[in-house]
């Protein structure tokens, strides 16, 4: 009952990433729309719910899980979901429990979340300029941001930045991102801008830049030696010689990365989807509901893994975007 979850390509499924709420204090360009209409909140799974939900993935095998949103730290009372999972890094089932988060409530958080077990987070950051901050994040503050890094790194938690590769946006910023990274001992990643939610509001091919080319203005002024690393994501590491430090690199669009995919996504209202980039997904509020038993649950995880793809179809080749998602990021939350 209890064997490990393996798609269907041989691949084992042991990383969660769990959406507990698609609501957020920001509107990123890239992520959501300006005027976001959000789910009811009767829609939404419980704390109590999505532990249950998240305790059945563990116990068939998940040792990672990625908690985002939205915002995850804006849903009320999400410390109590922390404090329950913490119990499985306690008895050493979950191996790794981590954010992703826009950084704005973690002077709020960020010793309550170290005290859970967190030990790492992301955050999201794509300028270093206060006025491209507040235009990209549409409502955001960069000085809240950086003082709530502050508050992670005092907290002890291990902070990666974040980075979406912007073209005419934050390509002058490549160095003073790599450099303020370097000076804090922050880890960086940069990801091209996905297809999702293109509704008509935002150009994709205007603000993709190919990471091979961000990669290659890199290369120009430090010494890249390429890093076997995985960090169970997927990231591609590189440590740049001249300061010490790792830079990642997830390439969805120039370098599919799918042929390790370890990993599946849970949204806020309990939907499952198997891939990123494809829409097909699985109904485990049902399962959850229909039976205090965690028979029906385990069945339906097992079933939806067994539909999971090799991969997702996202290309901009030929300036078209193929492979777009009708939905915004924010809805399975990265």
């Given amino acids: 009952m209890n064997a490990p979850l393996i798609d269907p390509f041989a691949r084992p499924i042991s990383y969660l990433r769990v959406s507990v709420t698609d609501r957020c204090d920001f509107r990123c360009v890239y992520c959501m729309a300006e005027n976001m209409t959000f789910l009811p909140k009767k829609e939404l799974l419980t704390l109590e719910e999505l532990d249950r939900l998240c305790s059945a993935f563990i116990t068939l095998g998940v040792e990672k899980l990625r908690i985002t949103g939205g915002e995850p730290l804006v849903r009320r009372d999400i410390m109590t979901f922390f404090r329950a999972m913490s119990r499985h890094l306690d008895s050493g089932a979950l191996r790794e429990l981590t954010v992703t988060t826009n950084g704005s409530q973690l002077r709020r958080f960020a010793a309550e979340l170290a005290a859970c077990g967190v030990r790492r987070i992301n955050v999201s950051l794509d300028t270093l300029v206060p006025e491209k901050f507040a235009a990209i994040t549409r409502w955001g503050r960069l000085e809240q941001v950086l003082d709530g890094i502050d508050a992670a790194r005092g907290a002890g938690l291990r902070v990666k930045i974040n980075t979406v590769a912007l073209k005419g946006f934050n390509e002058d910023e490549l160095f003073a991102l790599a450099d303020w990274c370097a000076r804090e001992d922050m880890d960086l990643t940069f990801i091209e801008v996905m297809p999702m939610g293109d509704l008509g509001n935002e150009d994709r091919l205007d603000q993709y830049w190919p990471l ?22 997927p990231a591609r590491y590189v440590r740049l010689e001249e300061t010490g430090q790792k830079i990642g690199f997830i390439t969805p669009l120039t370098h599919n990365f799918c042929e390790s995919c370890n990993r599946v996504r849970l949204t806020c209202t309990g939907e499952l989807y ?21 028979a029906l649950l385990h069945e339906a995880i097992r079933t939806a893994i067994a539909r999971k793809p090799k991969g997702h179809d996202f290309d901009y080749s030929r300036q078209q975007v193929s492979g777009q998602m009708t939905r915004h990021m924010s809805h399975t939350g990265g």
């Fill in 212 to 233: 091979r080319d961000l990669r290659a203005r890199l290369a120009d002024r430090f010494t890249l030696t390429d890093l076997a690393e995985r960090s169970g994501g």
């Fill in 274 to 294: 198997m891939c990123l980039g494809q829409e097909d997904r699985a109904d485990l509020r049902l399962p959850l509901r229909a039976s205090a038993d965690d």
